[in-house]
Structures are given as C-alpha cells and as structure tokens.
C-alpha cells in the first residue's frame, strides 16, 4: 500500500473511541480532508501533541477508500503555533478563519492558495499581530479564493468609478460597494463603509502575502469591515457563523479567562 505526505493546517480534533482520534484539516493537495489517527492517543512517537487544533504539520497518510477516511500514519510537527491556543484572541480568531474555512471548501478539493491564506493567518495570529486585523484580511482573501470577490473598486449599480470625498455604502446583500447616488433607490442591507476602510480593502484584495503582512487596517476599520464580511458571507451561506459572537465579544473587548480554568 502506497503512503503519500502532505503539508496540513489542523482545523477539528474529536475523539474516537479508546485510543483514536479524527482529525479534520486542510492541505494544498487535498484541500478539506479528514482522517482517523489510530491509536493517536497512545501512540507517544506518532502523534503526541502534534494533533492539535491551527498546527502546521506534515501528514504521512494512506489514501482512503472510496468516500471512507484517510488513515493517517504519522505526523510531523512544522509549527504547533502553541500560543493560538493559549491567548484567547488569538484562539477566537482562529477558531473563526477555520469555520469559515470549513463553510467555503468542499472534501477533497485541492486548493493551494487558501492552504497559503490559512498558514499565513496561524502565522500573523502566532506572531502576535492584531487579531481583528488579521481576521478582516482573512475574511477577504478567502471570498476571493472561493469565487465570491466583494465588487470594491466601483458602484455595483451604476458603475462608477470610486473616488475620494465621495459618499460609499455596501450593499451586503451583493457584496458591492454602492454610491450616494445609488443608495437611496436600493433596499435590503446597506451598511456604511468609511473611504479609509474601503481603500485598505482595495489594496488587500491584491496584495500577495508578503505585502499583507505589511498591510495596516486601525482597529475600528477592521470592525467595520469584518461587519460587513460577516453580513455578505451569512447572505451568501443563508447559514450562521458560530465562531461570530466570540469575535463580536473581542472587538467590544469583552475577554473572559483563558484558558478556562477547571
Ligand atoms: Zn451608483
């Protein structure tokens, strides 16, 4: 039986049965894939502390069969970005780009440009960036990933072009930007959207990685964007994003003890 190796962000660990764990992730060539780590919670050279939820490891993994789960052999440590689960902003914030990860992929479906997005964020988040910053870029980037691109650079109904000291809205519903002009006459959701917000998220819908992590979104404008992510996006899925009240409760400052003590 062939064994491959594959690089992966681990997103879900759940228990199974006495000793093994499952293990959802997501990997350049896989995309979103799970597998059953037998014997995980014995096995102290294969697996210990390694599976663990925003690690960046290495898979050695048999292929499943049919629809079944992959088997997962080995796993060798790259980053355990450790204090991800340690600080509680970073925690929420990871916990929400990896549900919404999960939301936008499908099983199986390779895609090594939100593995990069994913690894860069457990990266900034680890490095102690400002997490409601790195979640915006996130939000952002992985709408682009998946085919749903916010319309920033002109009106979504007229089509004019976006310019400074003019009035911008967006219309949530769309995921476009909408003028003065236009607002009035469109219904549904239309939230405001200040120019200095509006042109970060311009330059960020563009920027390669490197240039990201250069990139500075202010507190209150990466509030605002990720408000309007989050509207687009629950428009899009018609489903809730859980990990949503945890980052809400973050941007208010509302940071409870953590880890939890027991
Ligand atoms: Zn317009």
Not at 50 to 61: A, D, P
Request: with cysteine.
């Amino acid at each position: 039986m062939n064994y491959c190796r594959t690089r992966a962000i681990v997103l879900q660990v759940t228990a199974h049965g006495e000793a093994d764990k499952i293990v959802t992730f997501f990997s350049p060539d896989l995309g979103r894939a799970t597998g059953i780590a037998k014997g995980a919670k014995r096995s102290l050279k294969r697996f210990v502390n390694k599976l663990e939820e925003f690690s960046l490891l290495q898979f050695i993994y048999r292929p499943a069969r049919g629809d079944g789960l992959l088997f997962l052999s080995e796993a060798e440590l790259e980053n355990a970005h450790l204090s991800l689960r340690t600080h509680y902003d970073r925690y929420v914030t990871a916990t929400y780009a990896g549900e919404l990860t999960l939301r936008f992929t499908l099983e199986q479906d390779p895609d090594p440009e939100i593995f990069a997005l994913l690894a860069w964020t457990m990266h900034e988040l680890a490095d102690g960036r400002e997490p409601l910053e790195v979640a915006a870029f996130f939000h952002l980037r992985l709408l682009g990933a998946a085919g749903y691109e916010p319309r920033l650079d002109r009106c979504g109904f007229c089509g004019r072009t976006v310019e400074n000291g003019q009035e911008w809205s967006m219309h949530a519903g769309r995921g476009v930007v909408v003028c003065g002009g236009c607002r009035q006459d469109q219904r549904g959701s239309i939230l405001p959207l200040r120019m200095q917000t509006l042109r970060c998220l311009q330059h960020a819908q563009r920027a390669d990685l490197k240039s990201l992590s250069r990139l500075r979104l202010a507190r209150k404008n990466a509030l605002e964007a990720l408000t309007l992510l989050h509207r687009y996006t629950q428009h899009l899925l018609q489903h809730d994003i859980h990990a949503w009240q945890q980052m809400r409760r973050l941007a208010a400052d509302q940071i409870p003890a953590f880890p939890p003590s027991v």
